[in-house]
T-cell receptor, first 115, second 111 residues
Framework: GAVVSQHPSWVICKSGTSVKIECRSL??????MFWYRQFPKQSLMLMAT?????????EQGVEKDKFLINHASLTLSTLTVTSAHPEDSSFYIC???????????FGQGTRLTVV | RKEVEQDPGPFNVPEGATVAFNCTYS??????FFWYRQDCRKEPKLLMS???SGNEDGRFTAQLNRASQYISLLIRDSKLSDSATYLC????????????FGTGTRLLVSP
């Protein structure tokens, strides 16, 4: 399958700081990238969908000013958690899709801990 | 109503058993369907796409019923390594592409 690389795989940061997570499609062009959050023993929750070159579409309840998503190229999307707080601690995971309604491939995920 | 619903399980089965999972979706505009597998603390991995005609990959068979808006996954001859969470995924056309996951069904295969 296609390869999606997510970096960093884990990060610990202080409350009030910002954290940037990168998601790269290594061997295909990702027209759409999805960002999810998963709390322990819970399901993946879609945060936002981003298409290359356009603004991300956020799910209800997700603060777009807090979770900044940039999809500047067909191989890179970034999620920045601004002014992180302990309640933002979670597993963040991206996925990338090459075409319309095709399968998506996942990055390895980023485990964020805010202290 | 959730966009994609699954029985969370867990399903406890012995090795060699046949087990089936169902998933229902609410948006009739859903365009494509998939089953993913997620192991503990890992990212989901694509297991198989689901086609209207039904499709099979080894011990795994997926079916789609558009009229009733449900998807199924059948696993035959369960192996210990099949223990994981199985996620039903629906790609919905809401004016843009949106990939929605079910809560997942946990499968535990015991010796």
């Amino acid at each position: 399958g296609a390869v999606v690389s997510q970096h960093p795989s884990w990060v610990i940061c202080k409350s009030g700081t910002s954290v940037k997570i990168e998601c790269r499609s290594l061997d295909f062009q990702a027209t759409t990238m999805f960002w999810y959050r998963q709390f322990p023993k819970q399901s993946l929750m879609l945060m936002a969908t981003s298409n290359e070159g356009s603004k991300a579409t956020y799910e209800q309840g997700v603060e777009k000013d807090k979770f900044l998503i940039n999809h500047a190229s067909l191989t890179l999307s970034t999620l920045t958690v601004t002014s992180a707080h302990p309640e933002d601690s979670s597993f963040y995971i991206c996925s990338a899709s090459e075409g319309l309604f095709t399968e998506a491939f996942f990055g390895q995920g980023t485990r964020l801990t805010v202290v | 109503r959730k966009e994609v619903e699954q029985d969370p399980g867990p399903f406890n089965v012995p090795e060699g058993a046949t087990v089936a999972f169902n998933c229902t979706y609410s948006n009739s505009a859903s365009q494509s369907f998939f089953w993913y597998r997620q192991d503990c603390r890992k990212e989901p991995k694509l297991l198989m796409s689901v086609y209207s005609s039904g499709n099979e990959d080894g011990r795994f068979t997926a079916q789609l019923n558009r009229a009733s808006q449900y998807i199924s996954l059948l696993i035959r001859d369960s192996k210990l390594s099949d223990s994981a969470t199985y996620l039903c995924v629906v790609n919905v056309n809401t004016g843009f592409q949106k990939l929605v996951f079910g809560t997942g069904t946990r499968l535990l295969v015991s010796p």
